[in-house]
DNA sequence: TATTGTTATACTCTATAACTATA
DNA sequence: TATAGTTATAGAGTATAACAATA
């Protein structure tokens, strides 16, 4: 018998249960700040904030799709509504008939610079008023490492899935 | 004219997407794990976990709706499918009338068992293979505070809303 | 044959408002 | 009148599988 029972120790299930609390309660929050100010969803928002920092404005759905959904088709959902509303556009890509590039509009960009200001406030009211510069960086020092370990491990968990789209 | 324009710096934006992008993936391999070991949804599984760890094993659904769900008829709503599984039972509330206590079952208890071990493990493969002891009580210790002023603050965004529920 | 993306479809979850019953 | 909970209903989002087109 091998210890088939890992266990959690009462720090590590206070973190895991404060950090689901606490981002829980801030995209429920920004959820609300982005809707109210920009009629967007926060994966929405996230769509466009990725066009909006990329070169041209542009993505290939796929490229678009990394990190933001897990499935394909909730992308073309996703693209669709913003296309419908004037924020992207699609048209095929040059070099790969099959691909699509989504690229944003003025509007989407206006659109993103409408509801910047107030999304910057909602997570420094909530999240950073508590944290003094230095816990900042602490956080930030802490959370690195485990962003590289999720991005590297594939789900491997009960079955070996696809890794996403 | 006050500063009306918040800025995040490059620390706090890089906290703030961490954060979200690692609660994400967690939140998505926890769902999946809840699902296939116990076919449970995280909600219902935070309802059946709370259930089981309180006096008698029962609670009111004012009490338990508190931090799991943002809205009274979501709660019913659940409350009924975890009943229709037969891992609960509703009651009138013996004190209050118009009160329903809900209560796990043995059947509730057996599937929390079931699902625990594989939840423990993905937690502790994915978010603490890459911290130290050290590191979780630093974490520990940076996420309380944050937690604390978020559950105190009421949302008070842009318009005052009622808190939740 | 593999990859890109869309469509159809079905399902889960959530929220609002109207309603009942008890305090 | 205020509170507890349910119901009806409608909408947003997600995932799966089948499909068309290009590489």
Redesign the pocket.
Known sequence: MDDSTPRLDATQLGVYLALVEVVDLLR?AVDQQLREAGDL????FQLLARLNASPGGSA????L?DGV?????????????LEKAGLVT?A??P???????VTITDAGRERVGAVLPGHAEVILRMLFEPLSPTDAETLAGLLEPVRAHMRATPPRSAAT?RRR?
């Open positions: 429920h969803s926060y994966v929405q290939r759905m796929t490229d799709a959904v897990y499935s394909r088709s909730g992308l073309t959902y996703q693209a669709g509504l699609r095929p890509s070099d790969d008939e099959r691909g699509v590039t899935r789209r």
